[in-house]
């Protein structure tokens, strides 16, 4: 893990972070993988274009000298550079050779593009399937900003990442080489010991400050991820900010996130000007060395002023690449450490996982049982404890009980974003574990106590349920949600857009759509997780309709908290405590006089104590729930 600032405390939803090797072994096989032939080819001919421009580069500086040479009157010492061509003719083959050499480069690169390209998509889509795929456990405790922000940093780093290893480190080796034969043989191996001693001190010099830099970066990058996930948390919770007349206090959170991040940001920027100046210093004293024995040369007659130009010339093609493998070695770890935070990520294996070669659920009838569930998101502290349930094919079975007693871990444990710890659930006989997610999935219909729609358009979220859908089909649920009319009535009609999670529309509106989603996907067995609890009255009343007739013809188990919406419900299980401590229709639950009973009464002496405008009486709890009951809704 990378080390953190004391106040960027690490939590559950942190990503862990993979060594630099393991993230180049991950990277590698993007160069080269398996049945992409024109990927190959693509970085076979990027590497030969690389290879002309370096023969190239090394030569250019042969035509720089000659052409000095014949200028200065010393050519004739060396006929066979000069012979047939003038100093004007060399300086063109000069600028030939240099365009040459940028022209490959270029070629290399626009060759070497799709490459890149290819590994980032692929790589981006590979870390959104998996975080798609993890479970809800991980969902619940990440954090939606950081982790946006690991993934930006780590998909931007892989084409970096890429280039850089096949393009600068080996052809930088390459031509330094070369080079360093050119000098031994074309002056005396003092040049090459010279060079030599530069460039070792340089690259010490540049690692070792690099690696301090990164453990600064690390800081940055974490401080970084921080304020970025302080801003979206509070934009995601833009209303409650209003509510409690919070924006001060969330402007000084982020301010404060903001300002660890400038002061290790600085800390970097410092750090990077004493790495330039101190580079530049020893390229200058390897530099300066290096023609101070070429004008001794040249003084002496052993040299002429082409060959002093031609050194010069190599001592600044040398730098180039040097400055060059600094700013790329930075990088370059800061790939690694960006990607590592991402491979670190799809490294986290999911919670809940497909067995293999598990059959797709093949539902019949839709039969929905619960044999001894135990199940727990904390091993020291269970939630349900030996429940036993069937939802018989085509019935209607309501859960009710007070908060926490486990109703909605039910239903969670139904669509298997969890598996239960001890027991068995199943559908028409087959094991939820035994089966595939997806055919699990697409035989639940679900809908939620408050539906989130994504910022697209009308059409878009209920297309949602069933993305193949006509519009004529859209339409059919949409007027069988009665919603259609309002929809129709929208300036866009069903092209408008309903905002971030929906919050352009109501909370009734809202339910119509996702209620006219579900229509859409027609599942055969329908989960209504307090589906009504958060809306007005009369809505509820209506909304109440509609789910009666979804549920019509399916397996259908709900979570209810107001007791008057499930009185018509073929069965009610009433849990407490993750066990079911009564069992019965409502008629029957109420002759018992036990806990369904007491609820019961409970609630319906609140309805009848509210009164809209006035507080509620004394010793009546008041709360949104405290509403007036519809009559279609009440007990027979």
Same mark, same amino acid.
């Given at each position: 893990m990378a080390p953190r600032s004391p106040a960027v405390p690490a939590t559950p939803g942190d990503p862990p972070e993979s060594a630099g090797l393991s993230v180049i072994r991950r990277v590698a096989p993007y160069l080269w993988p398996e049945g992409l032939a024109w990927v190959k080819r693509r970085v076979v001919l990027a590497l030969a274009m690389l290879l002309i421009s370096k023969v190239v580069a090394v030569g250019t500086p042969f035509f720089y000298k000659a052409a000095v040479d014949a200028l200065s009157g010393e050519g004739a010492a060396d006929a066979a550079w000069t012979l047939g061509a003038g100093a004007v003719g060399l300086t063109v083959a000069y600028g030939m050779a240099r365009a040459m050499n940028i022209g490959f480069q270029q070629l290399r690169d626009v060759i070497f593009a799709s490459v890149g390209q290819r590994a980032l998509r692929q790589l981006a889509l590979e870390t959104f399937t998996h975080i798609h795929r993890m479970s809800m456990r991980y969902h619940i405790t990440r954090k939606t900003g950081g982790l946006s922000r690991i993934i930006e940093r780590g998909v931007k780093g892989v084409e970096f990442l890429l280039r850089f290893l096949l393009f600068s480190i080996g052809p930088l080796l390459l031509e330094l080489l070369m080079i360093a034969v050119v000098l031994a043989v074309v002056f005396d191996i003092w040049y090459l010991v010279v060079v030599v001693v530069t460039i070792a001190l340089y690259v010490w010099f540049t690692f070792a400050v690099t690696e301090m830099r990164v453990k600064i970066r690390r800081e940055m990058n974490a401080e970084d991820t921080d304020a970025n996930q302080k801003a979206i948390d509070s934009l995601l919770n833009f209303e409650t900010v209003k509510y409690f007349g919070a924006e001060a206090r969330e402007a000084e959170r982020y301010d404060g996130a903001m300002g660890r991040y400038v002061a290790a940001a600085l800390k970097t920027q410092?750090?990077?000007?004493?790495?330039?100046?101190?580079?530049?210093?020893?390229? *200058?004293?390897?530099?300066?060395?290096? %023609?101070? %024995?070429?004008? !001794?040369?040249?003084?002496?007659? *052993?040299? *002429?002023?082409?060959?002093?130009?031609?050194?010069?010339?190599? %001592?600044?093609?040398?730098?180039?690449?040097?400055n060059f493998l600094g700013t790329v070695y930075r990088e370059i770890r800061q790939a690694l450490v960006d990607m590592g935070q991402m491979f670190g990520l799809l490294e986290q294996p999911a919670e809940v996982q497909d067995k293999p070669g598990a059959p797709p659920l093949r539902v019949?009838?839709?039969?929905?049982?619960?044999?001894?569930?135990?199940?727990? &998101?904390?091993?020291? #502290?269970?939630?349900?404890?030996?429940?036993?349930?069937?939802?018989?094919?085509?019935?209607?079975?309501?859960?009710?009980g007070s908060s926490g007693s486990g109703k909605s871990t039910i239903g969670r444990l139904l669509f298997r974003f969890y598996d239960v710890t001890a027991g068995r659930l199943t559908i028409d006989g087959q094991d939820v574990r035994d089966v595939t997610q997806d055919s699990l999935h697409a035989s639940i219909g679900v809908v939620p106590q408050d539906t989130v729609l994504f910022n697209d358009t009308i059409r878009y979220n209920i297309?949602? @349920? #069933?993305?193949?859908?006509?519009?004529? $089909?859209?339409?059919?649920?949409?007027?069988?949600? #009665?919603?259609?009319?309002?929809?129709?009535?929208?300036?866009?009609?069903?092209?408008?857009?309903?905002?971030? !999670?929906?919050?352009?529309?109501?909370?009734?509106?809202? +339910?119509?759509? @996702?209620?006219? !989603?579900?229509?859409?996907?027609?599942?055969?067995?329908?989960?209504?997780? $307090?589906? *009504?609890?958060?809306?007005?009255?009369?809505?509820?009343? $209506?909304?109440?309709?509609?789910?009666?007739?979804l549920g019509r013809g399916r397996t259908v188990l709900v979570i209810a908290h107001r007791l008057s919406t499930?009185?018509?419900?073929?069965?009610?299980?009433?849990?407490?405590?993750?066990?079911?401590?009564?069992?019965?229709?409502?008629? $029957?639950?109420?002759?018992? +006089?036990? !806990? &369904?009973?007491a609820l019961w009464f409970r609630q319906q002496t609140e309805e009848a104590a509210w009164v809209p405008g006035r507080r509620p009486a004394a010793g009546v709890r008041g709360s949104r729930s405290a509403r007036p009951v519809p009559a279609g809704c009440r007990s027979r």
């Open positions: 410092y750090s990077l000007a004493v790495l330039n100046f101190g580079q530049a210093l020893l390229i *200058t004293a390897g530099l300066v060395v290096v %023609m101070v %024995m070429a004008a !001794r040369g040249v003084a002496a007659g *052993t040299l *002429t002023v082409g060959d002093f130009v031609m050194v010069n010339a190599y %001592m600044i093609q040398i730098t180039m690449p040097l019949g009838e839709g039969v929905v049982k619960l044999e001894d569930v135990h199940f727990g &998101y904390d091993p020291a #502290r269970p939630i349900l404890k030996g429940v036993s349930l069937e939802v018989p094919a085509g019935r209607t079975v309501a859960i009710v297309a949602y @349920g #069933r993305p193949d859908a006509t519009f004529a $089909e859209i339409e059919a649920v949409a007027r069988a949600a #009665r919603i259609h009319d309002f929809i129709a009535a929208l300036p866009e009609g069903y092209d408008t857009a309903v905002g971030e !999670r929906g919050l352009k529309l109501s909370g009734g509106e809202k +339910q119509r759509v @996702g209620i006219a !989603r579900t229509l859409l996907k027609d599942p055969p067995i329908l989960l209504l997780d $307090e589906a *009504t609890s958060a809306l007005d009255t009369e809505t509820e009343a $209506e909304i109440q309709i509609q789910l009666k007739g499930i009185a018509d419900a073929d069965q009610i299980v009433v849990l407490e405590d993750g066990e079911i401590v009564e069992r019965g229709s409502h008629a $029957e639950l109420l002759a018992r +006089q036990g !806990r &369904y009973a």
